[in-house]
């Protein structure tokens, strides 16, 4: 067993000959895919053709743009068309769609002496909570994202122009329903796609906003049957609801995720607006440039172990690109990281033609004003 000669910091235990277990790497990559929320939801699709694991720091996606066709009528003379009596060649554009590569990591030490006087193993504790600790880094990643593309309140992202804000511009104590998620508000959300809104599957809140479903008896629930073609059972308000049955909204199927913070901004004493997205599946694709990687190793001279985790890989949203000129963001909403504006350019031809867009509402859960 190697040695090292710093000093990680306080805490550890002896993980090494775990860690080094195909197995265990094996179960907890499995584990970040199946305890998924978003990924079980059909949101977010692995996507072997956005992996880079050739190398690089960007994974560049050729496609072809929708076209549409200028109609021609076909007459019996000779100066139809382009006036020679034949049809005109149309030409057929391309673009690509760019996906910038994340490279994140963390790691935890524990001493001899903290495991002694606690009695537990902190490690331990480390490891058995890794799947759900990388899951939810992994979805800030991806709020971040989302908000970038947005933008704040006033939508000034490049998806802007699918948002719908039906949030107060008040006090919260002047809030109403008609300020809440409900099927109006997000009926009035898909039709910013046109007919593309029936494409809309999925819808993700955060909890404050989902309370007030359950509240209202809007929030129903189906089993795990419904996966399964077995029979389905429905129930409403939540009663006698299980964390093994998923939730259902206006025929949504819904994932309810903390990080998906309210926004502020404009005047103060406003009551904060909450982010609803609206999803359809595979709108949102991953790419990997390296497989999940855990290591621990012994410090024998301060008696330490160490745990250390890093996973390479970049969320794509359909018909937009990474647009500024580094790579390898933060979450940050500064100039060349993921929640700016400025990071991200539209590809399609309209933002309609992606399948996302944007409700901003209140909840009677959070009167907080800004």
């Known amino acids: 067993m190697s040695s090292f000669a710093g000093n990680y910091g306080s805490g550890s235990t002896f993980l090494s000959n775990l860690v080094a277990r195909p197995e265990f790497l094996q179960y907890t990559a499995e584990g970040i895919f199946e305890q998924s929320k978003w990924i079980q939801s059909g949101i977010v699709q692995r996507n072997a053709a956005l992996d880079a694991r050739a190398g690089g720091t960007r994974v560049r996606v050729p496609f072809f743009d929708p076209i549409a066709p200028t109609e021609t009528q076909i007459l019996s003379t000779s100066t139809w068309g382009g006036g020679g009596g034949y049809l005109v060649p149309q030409n057929v554009t391309a673009d690509e769609q ?21 009695g537990a193993d902190p490690l331990a504790h480390v490891r058995n909570q890794l799947t759900a600790a990388i899951n939810k880094l992994k979805t ?14 006033s939508g000034a ?8 804000n039906k949030s107060f511009a008040g006090v919260p104590g002047s809030m109403t329903e008609a300020n809440f998620l409900n099927v109006a508000n997000v009926v009035a959300a898909k039709a910013k796609l046109g007919e593309r809104g029936d494409n809309l599957d999925s819808i993700a809140m955060h909890s404050n906003v989902a309370y007030y479903l359950q509240q209202v008896g809007m929030l129903t629930f189906s089993t795990s049957a419904l996966s399964t073609g077995g029979a389905v059972t429905w129930g409403g308000g939540g009663v006698g ?4 049955e998923s939730p259902y909204f206006a025929g949504l199927r819904v994932v309810i995720d903390d990080q998906l913070t309210y926004l502020t901004g404009g005047t103060s004493t406003h009551a904060v607006k909450y982010p609803v997205y609206l ?27 160490v745990l250390a985790v890093d996973y390479h890989y970049g969320y794509h949203i359909t018909g937009t690109k990474w647009a500024d000129a580094g790579d390898n963001p933060t979450n940050a909403s500064t100039s060349g990281n993921l929640a700016n504006t400025s990071s991200w350019s539209l590809v399609y031809s309209a933002a309609k033609q992606v399948p996302l867009c944007r409700l901003l509402v209140n909840t009677p859960f959070d009167t907080t004003a800004y």
């Not at 030490?109 to 002694?116: F, H, I, T, V, W």
């Not at 609801?241 to 093994?244: G, K, L, P, S, V």
Request: hydrophobic share 50%; no cysteine; net charge negative.
């Open 98 to 118: 760019i996906m910038t590569i994340l490279h994140r990591g963390f790691a935890y030490a524990a001493d001899d002496l903290s495991k002694l006087g606690s």
């Open 140 to 153: 800030a990643t991806l709020a971040a994202q989302l908000l970038g593309l947005f933008g704040g309140i």
């Open 157 to 164: 992202g490049v998806l802007g122009a699918n948002q719908t």
């Open 241 to 244: 609801i299980t964390q093994a």
């Open 279 to 305: 999803f359809a599946s595979g709108v949102v694709s991953e790419g990997i440039q390296q497989d999940l990687r855990l290591a621990a190793d012994r410090n024998i001279l301060s008696m330490q172990d």
